[in-house]
T-cell receptor, first 113, second 113 residues
Framework: TQLLEQSPQFLSIQEGENLTVYCNSS?????LQWYRQEPGEGPVLLVT?????EVKKLKRLTFQFGDARKDSSLHITAAQPGDTGLYLC?????????????FGEGTQLTVNP | SAVISQKPSRDICQRGTSLTIQCQVD?????MFWYRQQPGQSLTLIAT?????????ESGFVIDKFPISRPNLTFSTLTVSNMSPEDSSIYLC??????????FGPGTRLTVT
């Protein structure tokens, strides 16, 4: 059973379009992280959200943590080819140690010029 | 954040042999982890490397197959023992300071023939 469901799994869009990636669970998480991974590299941490309803912005990326801390979304405005990569959400559950993460299945984003 | 390096970056090994992967962090960290990932897919946690004690393995992973060492707060090794083609994967180490965030190495791409 996958604790974190990510959707969509694949997304191919044109440069300049907007997109949203979703990360959902029936479990409550203490925090949720979003990572981006490019081929041949390890995941790179983009953001951590810890408070229900929290919204964080990183340039053209907007991250939101659900009020109940069970879900999160990543919205990219005016996508660029440099945004191409595998996006992964990861959650830390309250009953486990803060550092142990559960990863979603990932969303492979391709932004075409 | 922490900068993490892994060696080797890739290797091709024959079935039945063993490979030891090294993970070096540029600063002392509380937590170190080992993951496995198929290209373009999510990460699966193998174990938590504990400094000075035996690693904590996730369900489906055992010490005889994946022995782990962590002699100090900046270094860990993962050995993939008695390899089979099913062990072909990307192996990633990560580090954290006991909070929610983890920082990843670039990964080791293993192919078993």
């Amino acid at each position: 059973t996958q604790l974190l469901e990510q959707s969509p799994q694949f997304l191919s869009i044109q440069e300049g379009e907007n997109l949203t990636v979703y990360c959902n669970s029936s479990s409550v998480f203490s925090s949720l992280q979003w990572y981006r991974q490019e081929p041949g590299e390890g995941p790179v941490l983009l953001v951590t959200v810890v408070t229900g309803g929290e919204v964080k912005k990183l340039k053209r990326l907007t991250f939101q943590f659900g009020d109940a801390r069970k879900d999160s979304s990543l919205h990219i405005t005016a996508a660029q080819p440099g945004d191409t990569g595998l996006y992964l959400c990861a959650g830390a559950k309250e009953e486990t140690s803060g550092s142990r993460l559960t990863f979603g299945e990932g969303t492979q984003l391709t932004v075409n010029p | 954040s922490a900068v993490i390096s892994q060696k080797p970056s890739r290797d091709i090994c024959q079935r039945g042999t063993s490979l030891t992967i090294q993970c070096q962090v540029d600063s002392q960290v509380t937590m170190m982890f080992w993951y496995r990932q198929q290209p373009g897919q999510s990460l699966t946690l193998i174990a938590t490397a504990n400094q000075g004690s035996e690693a904590t393995y996730e369900s489906g992973f055992v010490i005889d197959k994946f022995p782990i060492s962590r002699p100090n707060l900046t270094f860990s090794t993962l050995t993939v023992s008695n390899m089979s083609p099913e062990d072909s994967s990307i192996y990633l180490c990560s580090a954290g300071q006991g909070g929610y965030e983890q920082y990843f190495g670039p990964g080791t791409r293993l192919t078993v023939t």
